[in-house]
């Protein structure tokens, strides 16, 4: 699986931005997609997972309503809505994707495939 993530972007606290990445290569079916950011000096952190075949979503605490997690099959593209964006959501933003649901899904290593990376910068 090949994935392309898009969206990122500067915006002021308590704007908002929607990540886009796109699959592509096998079929996602059985396939578990996450979100997952890196800021500078701080290590790769879980933000959002899916599961492909069911659509149920799993966040980080911190981004409990707020973000909103969604996947369009048609498209084969997952999406992350990301609301009332605060300065500590500076990261860049990397799309992800195992073959499986996994009950470790906020593990980066657990995860197979990843997409280039998408800076979000959120300006006080």
């Known amino acids: 699986v090949q994935l392309q993530a898009s969206g990122g972007g500067l915006v002021q606290a308590g704007g908002s931005l929607r990540l886009s990445c796109a699959a592509s290569g096998d079929t996602l079916f059985n396939y578990a997609l996450g979100w997952f950011r890196q800021a500078p000096g701080k290590e790769r952190e879980f933000v959002a997972a899916?599961?492909?075949?069911?659509?149920?979503?799993v966040y980080r605490d911190s981004v409990k309503g707020r973000f909103t997690m969604s996947r369009d099959n048609a498209k084969r593209t997952v999406y992350l809505q990301m609301n009332s964006l605060n300065p500590e959501d500076t990261s860049v933003y990397y799309c992800t994707a195992r073959h499986s649901w996994t009950l470790n899904w906020d593990s980066a290593s657990e995860y197979t495939y990843w997409g280039q990376g998408t800076q979000v910068t959120v300006s006080s």
């Open positions: 899916i599961r492909w075949s069911t659509g149920r979503t």
